[in-house]
């Protein structure tokens, strides 16, 4: 079978990337395969959904920003019901904290982010089940737990629902005319000489050389371009051919809580909407909380980074000891409604993770183009590296993003790269 755009991956960057061909070149034959019998199931819909705009690097800033935007459109004037839920993200900080991300929020607030920082009156009166001073717990000082000085909460910041995004891009691809393939699993990149001379032992060190498509369990898949946008499992298809994913995968948890002693964790006052907590990250441990509105729980996550295996993980399990032996004795420090209480759910899944500076890569090679790395922020980054990509697919210096700002694609390339750092890290 031949194809002119083939992209290796159902998850939300893949299915954006391949709406954004079609849509940009409709008469062209675009078609989406995934191992995995629906969209989005290998880490897409396990996020926790999450979006925020609050970065210092201009990069960061525009994949996010326009990314919410779109997501916005797609509910108000598309129709679709993505649970978007602006309910704001609350960061909360010792004193030392705050005063090494100080100058980072003046920079936010230089290119219009909407914020607001909080003093620890406001915070604790805000949030009434949250204990913002541990002075005299021992235990919370042996463990090296400080006291919640400031709060900073983000304004175009919020929640969806992840699966109800990726669903939303495949249907709009499928309503162009693009296809999708599931249960076809991806073997390995199908590497020829760009002049083919019909003889045995091709390609030779003297002949240019390009991707031409994948093998398959249901056969072999030719296309003019070749999209890898299988997220953490990148690496099985790029590392045979010398392709380098700059990308390595590690674990990520997620536990669930219902339980009415919880409760109170969730009701605040005057944060945003809803009265419920924002998606709230607490000021060590990086252990993040969220109102999920949908079923009136909470979510909880903790990313730990060492000791923490890079791994790639076919089906990754969430390992209940690490929240009742670990995360468990930080969280009822600063929110003592969890005294006691167990997940009622839990789930895992894979971040890809671009170790050097967490930001996405998007490059292309003869016949190839590679998107990934995401580093966690797949999702609220996803409309923005979906034009991007598609933007290299047609070999374009620039792409338009959502609300005609405009992006230079090398930039987050290998070769021209040229990501800003970032200085609001948590």
């Given at each position: 079978m031949k194809c002119d755009f083939l992209v290796v991956g159902a998850g939300v960057v893949g299915l954006s990337t391949a709406y954004y061909l079609k849509k940009r070149e409709p008469s062209r034959d675009v078609l989406v395969i995934d191992k995995l019998p629906g969209p989005g199931q290998g880490n897409s819909a396990k996020s926790e959904g999450g979006y925020r705009n609050m970065f210092t690097s201009e990069t960061n800033y525009l994949l996010a920003d326009t990314s919410i935007d779109l997501f916005h459109h797609l509910e108000k004037e598309l129709g679709y019901d993505v649970k978007l839920n602006p309910i704001g993200y609350l960061w909360l900080f010792t004193e030392e904290k705050y005063q090494g991300v100080k100058h980072a929020l003046e920079a936010l607030e230089s290119k219009g982010v909407q914020l607001e920082v909080l003093t620890q009156a406001e915070v604790a009166e805000r949030v009434p089940a949250l204990r913002t001073d541990l002075s005299g717990d021992e235990e919370a000082e042996l463990?090296?737990?400080?006291?919640?000085?400031?709060?900073?909460?983000?304004?175009?910041?919020?929640?969806?629902?992840?699966?109800?995004?990726?669903?939303?891009?495949?249907?709009?691809?499928?309503?162009?005319?693009?296809?999708?393939?599931?249960?076809?699993?991806?073997?390995?990149?199908?590497?020829?000489?760009?002049?083919?001379?019909?003889?045995?032992?091709?390609?030779?060190?003297?002949?240019?050389?390009?991707?031409?498509?994948?093998?398959?369990?249901?056969?072999?898949?030719?296309?003019?371009?070749t999209v890898v946008a299988c997220g953490a499992w990148a690496s099985t298809l790029m590392d045979p051919v010398g392709l380098d994913c700059l990308?390595?995968?590690?674990?990520?948890?997620?536990?669930?809580?219902?339980?009415?002693k919880v409760?109170?964790?969730?009701?605040?006052?005057?944060?945003?909407?809803?009265?419920?907590?924002?998606?709230?990250?607490?000021?060590?441990?990086?252990?993040?909380?969220?109102?999920?509105?949908?079923?009136?729980?909470?979510?909880?996550?903790?990313?730990?980074?060492?000791?923490?295996?890079?791994?790639?993980?076919?089906?990754?399990?969430?390992?209940?000891?690490?929240?009742?032996n670990n995360i468990y004795h930080a969280l009822v420090k600063y929110f003592p409604c969890f005294q006691d209480i167990r997940p009622t759910n839990s789930w895992a899944g894979l971040y890809a993770i671009n170790t050097f500076d967490e930001t996405p890569v998007v490059y292309r090679e003869n016949g190839f183009v590679y998107t990934g790395a995401c580093s966690g922020s797949g999702i609220m980054k996803s409309d923005a590296l979906g034009r991007i990509t598609a933007a290299a697919c047609l070999q374009e210096e620039e792409a338009e993003l959502f609300g005609g700002r405009r992006f230079r694609v090398s930039d987050l390339g290998i070769h021209h790269r040229r990501v800003e750092p970032e200085d609001f890290i948590l």
């Open positions: 463990m090296g737990l400080g006291n919640v000085e400031y709060g900073v909460l983000g304004k175009k910041c919020g929640s969806l629902d992840a699966d109800a995004l990726v669903r939303a891009y495949e249907s709009e691809f499928l309503k162009l005319g693009g296809r999708v393939q599931y249960n076809t699993e991806a073997k390995a990149l199908l590497v020829g000489p760009q002049e083919e001379l019909g003889i045995p032992g091709e390609p030779f060190v003297w002949q240019e050389k390009e991707v031409k498509g994948v093998s398959t369990d249901k056969g072999v898949l030719e296309a003019e371009t990308m390595r995968p590690k674990k990520r948890q997620l536990f669930a809580f219902k339980d009415p409760e109170p964790a969730m009701k605040t006052h005057g944060l945003n909407h809803e009265g419920v907590l924002p998606l709230t990250i607490l000021p060590t441990a990086n252990i993040l909380l969220k109102s999920e509105l949908s079923e009136g729980s909470i979510w909880l996550g903790c990313a730990d980074w060492i000791p923490r295996e890079f791994a790639l993980e076919e089906d990754p399990q969430p390992e209940p000891e690490y929240y009742t």
